[in-house]
């Protein structure tokens, strides 16, 4: 029977811990990266956060492998951490850290069922970076507790958005044009000077006793011009003698 490499090793534990009477327990890994979801394309398509080179971790027993775990990162804070099956029983393992040579390709943040099926990841040629040992004891379930190793890379996929178009240049405005500097600044004091010049040379542009007429004036004197007392020139006439006094007797007689 053809097995995959994950189920030969799950079957190689289910025997072993049959053999040594222990059930197997998921285990948890502590320590996983956090890799958020990202956005990719002019579209902003989101996709699933993980590392771009996974980490492969191999639990031997001795030179026995008895299971295999693809870490990919856990894509918040919120999400369960991953587990791997330990037997529960007294037990030395070796524990050994791989980081795949091959970029684990971006997944859509929603998966159909058909792509659920077909994506399939091939880690390719893993590097071994460390190796740990991992002592358990039979009913301490911290003791299964497994810490993750930093791979040397630890770079998770990140948003590749297409660059913003450059923002439009304001219009031009046009600079206003530089006041002449031959031109003095008229001042309040001048101005007022000036409109009582305007005022003056309006009246003195004809000339005196010529233009408005008074009210009294008429014809030259002694033309034509009656004296409001009925005399010439207006002056007043001298009394006559005898008049107004005839009665009164001459003087020295």
């Given at each position: 029977?053809?097995?995959?490499?994950?189920?030969?090793?799950?079957?190689?534990?289910?025997?072993?811990?049959?053999?040594?009477?222990?059930?197997?327990?998921?285990?948890?890994?502590?320590?996983?990266?956090?890799?958020?979801?990202?956005?990719?394309?002019?579209?902003?398509?989101?996709?699933?956060?993980?590392?771009?080179?996974?980490?492969?971790?191999?639990?031997?027993?001795?030179?026995?492998?008895?299971?295999?775990?693809?870490?990919?990162?856990?894509?918040?804070?919120?999400?369960?951490?991953?587990?791997?099956?330990?037997?529960?029983?007294?037990?030395?393992?070796?524990?050994?850290?791989?980081?795949?040579?091959?970029?684990?390709?971006?997944?859509?943040?929603?998966?159909?069922?058909?792509?659920?099926?077909?994506?399939?990841?091939?880690?390719?040629?893993?590097?071994?970076?460390?190796?740990?040992?991992?002592?358990?004891?039979?009913?301490?379930?911290?003791?299964?507790?497994?810490?993750?190793?930093?791979?040397?890379?630890?770079?998770?996929?990140?948003?590749?958005?297409?660059?913003?178009?450059?923002?439009?240049?304001?219009?031009?405005v046009p600079e206003p044009a530089p006041a002449d500097a031959s031109?003095?600044?008229?001042?309040?004091?001048?101005?007022?000077?000036?409109?009582?010049?305007?005022?003056?040379?309006?009246?003195?542009?004809?000339?005196?006793?010529?233009?408005?007429?008074?009210?009294?004036?008429?014809?030259?004197?002694?033309?034509?011009?009656?004296?409001?007392?009925?005399?010439?020139?207006?002056?007043?006439?001298?009394?006559?003698?005898?008049?107004?006094?005839?009665g009164a007797p001459p003087q020295g007689s």
């Amino acid at each position: 029977m053809n097995l995959r490499p994950g189920a030969r090793a799950l079957a190689l534990l289910l025997l072993s811990s049959a053999a040594c009477g222990g059930p197997p327990t998921p285990s948890p890994v502590e320590g996983e990266p956090i890799c958020p979801d990202f956005e990719v394309g002019a579209t902003r398509a989101p996709m699933r956060g993980s590392l771009r080179f996974p980490v492969a971790l191999t639990v031997r027993d001795g030179k026995d492998p008895i299971t295999r775990a693809t870490l990919t990162g856990r894509r918040s804070k919120d999400d369960p951490v991953s587990r791997i099956l330990l037997a529960d029983e007294d037990a030395e393992y070796e524990l050994e850290w791989a980081q795949c040579e091959n970029e684990r390709a971006p997944r859509a943040r929603t998966l159909s069922r058909e792509s659920k099926d077909a994506a399939e990841y091939a880690c390719g040629n893993a590097t071994v970076y460390k190796t740990d040992k991992l002592v358990t004891r039979k009913g301490d379930a911290a003791s299964r507790t497994v810490h993750f190793a930093a791979p040397p890379k630890p770079e998770c996929w990140e948003s590749e958005l297409p660059a913003a178009a450059p923002a439009p240049s304001p219009a031009a405005v046009p600079e206003p044009a530089p006041a002449d500097a031959s031109a003095e600044p008229a001042s309040a004091d001048g101005g007022a000077a000036d409109a009582g010049a305007g005022a003056t040379s309006a009246d003195a542009g004809a000339p005196r006793g010529s233009g408005a007429t008074p009210a009294d004036a008429g014809a030259p004197r002694g033309v034509g011009a009656v004296p409001r007392d009925g005399g010439a020139g207006g002056a007043p006439k001298p009394p006559s003698a005898g008049a107004g006094d005839a009665g009164a007797p001459p003087q020295g007689s």
